[in-house]
Nanobody
Framework: QVQLVESGGGLVQAGGSLRLSCAASGRTFGNLIVGWFRQAPGKEREFVSAIRSNGVITYSADSVKGRFTVSRDNAKNTVALQMNSLKPEDTAVYYC?????????????????????WGQGTQVTVSS
């Protein structure tokens, strides 16, 4: 089992920045791929970014490329999502999720089925 806790959400003006953190406990964190997803009101949850267990390979949705950066510290069992140049359309509940890392096609990395472990989410609100 893996327990995930997100933090760092809040209210920010458009153009501002926030840094989300995901703290993990339980199963060996260094063997896990970690993803970030978000769900806006009235919309389906969508993939945002992910980072492989080695901390080198990352993935990002087109909507956040060049603005969001994912990183991890395996010694501290944490993953961060640095969000810059925030837009009102980034407003959502942000979730971190984790799953076993293995040979994974990119399409699966962006799908929720890869991640059996989920946090409770943290609200990000971007005002215009």
């Amino acid at each position: 089992q893996v327990q995930l806790v997100e933090s760092g959400g809040g209210l920010v003006q458009a153009g501002g920045s926030l840094r989300l953190s995901c703290a993990a406990s339980g199963r060996t964190f260094g063997n896990l791929i970690v993803g970030w997803f978000r769900q806006a009101p009235g919309k389906e949850r969508e993939f945002v970014s992910a980072i492989r267990s080695n901390g080198v390979i990352t993935y990002s949705a087109d909507s956040v490329k060049g603005r969001f950066t994912v990183s991890r510290d395996n010694a501290k069992n944490t993953v961060a999502l640095q969000m810059n140049s925030l837009k009102p359309e980034d407003t959502a509940v942000y979730y971190c999720a984790a799953g076993a890392d293995r040979e994974i096609p990119t399409a699966q990395v962006m799908g929720e089925r890869l991640y059996p472990y989920w946090g409770q989410g943290t609200q990000v609100t971007v005002s215009s």
